[in-house]
Nanobody
Framework: QVQLVESGGGLVQAGGSLRLSCAAS???????????MGWYRQAPGKERELVAN?????STNYADSVKGRFTISRLNVRVYLEMNSLKPEDTAVYYC????????WGQGTQVTVSS
């Protein structure tokens, strides 16, 4: 099993920045088989959507709505999301995700962007 713990959410004004962090822990067998890690978000009344992900090899994928503003990075089984030029529509609960022996999710961290 893999546990994901997120940190870094909060309240910020539009145009501001936040950095989310996520660390994976668990049994060695599952940890060493993590491939893609990423971030999803879910706003009230909306479905959960992919924000960005990154593979073990460093390939990245971004939602069109965040390209040029958000940057995902990774160090082993820690993944980060640098969010700049935040907009009110970025307000959501952000979830860390890891894919390997299974699909694992963090508990979520709230990001609120005020206008």
């Amino acid at each position: 099993q893999v546990q994901l713990v997120e940190s870094g959410g909060g309240l910020v004004q539009a145009g501001g920045s936040l950095r989310l962090s996520c660390a994976a822990s668990g049994n060695i067998f599952s940890i060493t088989r993590i491939n893609t890690m990423g971030w999803y978000r879910q706003a009230p009344g909306k479905e959960r959507e992919l924000v960005a992900n990154i593979t073990t090899g460093g390939s990245t994928n971004y939602a069109d709505s965040v390209k040029g503003r958000f940057t995902i990075s990774r160090l082993n089984v820690r993944v980060y999301l640098e969010m700049n030029s935040l907009k009110p529509e970025d307000t959501a609960v952000y979830y860390c995700n890891a894919l390997g022996t299974g699909a694992y999710w963090g508990q979520g961290t709230q990001v609120t962007v005020s206008s």
